[in-house]
């Protein structure tokens, strides 16, 4: 076989492996199992699908009525029984919680028990009231009425530089204290629109 034929022949070898080579398709290599899969979330979304709400707060119901006149007798009576003796503050601060003519009524008779009490020897103690129970006995439109159980502590005497004496002034061990349960009742009207008190009575 001559030179040429040889050479040839080897050309038409290479070629043919050349091309048997281009026409094939290299395999796409299988997912491991153990390759985390990994999910395209929108951001911010929790992965357990649980959605933050926002929290929201009921406002307060606004109280009835008769919640309104229970609060205002309670809160009154333990002002207004609470003193001490020839101390009449505790109820010219209530004159705002008065009807007007209730108002005009107890500024009067402040001004008759500060010229009584003037006149006499000064006599010292004080009075604590505590209300125990309440309940509204009457409600209407224009009418109200509260009835209250009220504990009351009655001291005859008083302290003076952590000194007890008598309601006379006179020095003693011990300042005597009195405890009583008395009921009190709490009329109202409506006048401009708000309950004010038109008078009390101690039972």
Known sequence: MSFKKILLISIIIILAFSTAGFGCKKRKPKPSNNTPVVANLPANQPINNQVNLPVTTQPP????????VIKLAEDYIEIYGSYKFGDFS???NLYPQMSKNYQAQMK????QQKAKYASQSKHYGSVITLVQSSKVILLNQNEAEVKLKARRIEYKGAWINDNP??????????????????DVQVKFIKEDGSWKVNGIKFL
């Open 61 to 68: 119901k606004p109280a009835t009525e008769e919640e309104k």
């Open 90 to 92: 505790n109820v010219g």
């Open 108 to 111: 009067n008779w402040i001004s």
């Open 165 to 182: 004496i008598d309601e006379f002034g006179n020095p003693i061990s011990e300042v005597p204290k009195r405890e009583f349960f008395q």
